[in-house]
């Protein structure tokens, strides 16, 4: 599957189990638990690709037959920050696939009125700056709370940011990448629109809503 909008600086993950489970995210009859289920499992493949450049270095080990030399990595375990709620569903995924990764909360809302970003609630480790840290949430519409979310974390000394989401739209990717350049994207997806309210179209809906069974008003 290709892009035909595609946005610099911006990775579609197209592996083909990354693609059928985000059409089971999509399809509207899909109920919270399988939605998590979904959510969790393509986390770990997105994380995969957005931590494929990580450095290695061997170390002797010893295997039931033999000693040998083995790679592991040669840097400090990363940090997952899912912007909270929806984002807490793909941290599961990531932490799935590296345990030992940190986890960081920051919570935003969205401004029914303004769509600007509104933060409530900050807590990471104090070395970001000396660890990868990967910022999480299902979907990038606008922009908005991506762009907070980035501007915190650099104000708290995080240097080397990737930003993993499910879904973006090409709105929100292109002002993303425009407030943050130095930043990278890792979707399974990306949608041409945002409608009247800000959603994501076609899109999934909400995806806190959709995750956690709760009506979108």
Do not use: N
Not at 36 to 58: K, W
């Amino acid at each position: 599957m290709t892009s035909a909008f595609p946005v610099d600086g911006l990775t579609l993950v197209q592996h083909p189990l990354v693609q059928h489970r985000l059409t089971r995210l999509r399809t509207r009859d899909t109920p919270p638990e399988r939605f998590r289920a979904e959510l969790r499992a393509v986390s770990l493949l997105l994380g995969a690709a957005a931590l494929a450049d990580l450095p290695l270095e061997d170390r002797t080990i010893a295997t039931p037959v033999a000693s040998m030399e083995s790679a592991v990595l040669a840097c400090a375990p990363p940090v997952v920050v899912p912007v909270l709620r929806a984002g807490l569903a793909m941290a599961d995924g990531v932490l799935d696939l590296l345990p030992e990764a940190s986890l960081a909360h920051l919570g935003l809302y969205r401004d029914p009125e303004t769509l600007e970003a509104v933060e409530y609630y900050f807590k990471a480790p104090a070395d970001l700056a000396e660890r990868p840290v990967l910022l999480v949430d299902p979907m990038l519409a606008t922009g908005h709370s991506a762009i907070a979310a980035l501007d915190r974390l650099k104000a708290a000394g995080a240097r080397d940011l990737r930003f993993l989401c499910l879904l973006a739209a090409r709105p929100g990717a292109v002002a993303v990448r425009a407030a943050h350049p130095d930043v990278r994207i890792w979707t399974a997806a990306l949608d041409p629109a945002l409608d009247a309210k800000g959603y994501i179209v076609p899109g999934l809906g909400d995806a806190g809503d959709r995750a956690f069974g709760t009506d979108h008003d």
